[in-house]
């Protein structure tokens, strides 16, 4: 039977559904999540470490990835490695970060590794669905009390709309916390591009692919080198840049948009 012309016209006022992956390496937390957001959402996939979500981004092809910035595996950069491990084999996948933390370093180490939006996990579950379809439709949203920092980081990115779950919040957090922060972010990307020149230029060629993923063996096939030649400039990188581990490389280059 042909669908009347009410039909056709209400079909066409129907939403569309955004599919939405979930990445948490809390199980009772990922299934909360799922729950709440099934009515509205198409839960499309879920993983609880780097690789498996890694894999399951690129199986699934999701609108919208939900995840936390603390994700196990990988080299240990979490949802910054997830999100840069993921776009090319997911390039219309955007990411929403849900999580405890309100650091500014977990904020800007997703954020520019490509999130377009950050809220924590006091958020309501009403909040929560808006800020899903937000970020399908384009915009970057961010919990309130993140607004100066999540500015500073997104100024580079001309064009990128910006909105936050609760109304209002943006013009008092930014007026309360915009100064400090910049200024601070200021100071500290000063110090980094300071770090970065002091790496001779086969470092940074060494830094910038340990930074997206590769193994020790991977990075001497690429550059035509010896895997000790690539541990020795890796140990010369992390004390340059003050860095403890790989992990922490990777974040600290996602958070720059060096990799």
């Known amino acids: 039977m042909e669908p009347t012309q009410a039909e056709e016209s209400q079909d066409s006022r129907t939403p569309h559904r955004v599919r939405v992956a979930v990445v948490d390496d809390h199980e009772m937390f990922r299934r ?31 609108d919208v990835v939900l995840l936390d910035v603390h994700v196990p595996g990988g080299e240990g950069g979490g949802g910054a490695e997830i999100i840069l491990r993921s776009l090319s084999a997911a390039p219309r ?18 954020i520019r590794a490509g999130a377009r939006g950050y809220v924590t996990k006091t958020i309501t579950a009403a909040d929560l669905l808006a800020s899903i379809h937000q970020v399908a439709e ?9 607004a100066g920092f999540v500015l ?10 910006v909105t936050q779950p609760a109304d209002g919040a943006l013009e008092r957090g930014v007026a309360a916390q915009e100064g400090s922060e910049a200024a601070s972010a ?33 990075v001497a096939a690429e550059l035509f080198i010896s895997v000790k030649t690539v541990e020795t400039h890796v140990s010369a990188v992390l004390r340059k840049l003050q860095l403890s581990n790989r ?10 948009r060096i990799v």
């Open 186 to 218: 200021a100071d500290v990307m000063a110090h980094d591009d300071a770090s970065l020149d002091s790496l001779t230029p086969r470092e940074q060629q060494v830094m910038r692919l340990i930074a997206r993923g590769y193994s020790y063996k991977e």
């Open 138 to 146: 384009g915009y970057a949203v961010f919990s309130p009390r993140l």
């Open 93 to 110: 996948a955007l990411y929403l970060a849900l999580s405890v933390s309100d650091a500014p370093a977990d904020v800007g180490a997703v």
């Open 152 to 161: 500073s980081a997104l100024r580079p990115e001309a064009g990128v709309p």
């Open 247 to 256: 992990g922490e490389l990777a974040r600290w280059a996602a958070y720059r």
């Open 32 to 62: 909360g999540v799922i729950d709440t957001i099934a009515a509205d959402c198409d839960v499309v996939g879920q993983a609880a470490t780097v690789e498996e979500a890694v894999a399951m981004i690129g199986r699934t092809q999701p």
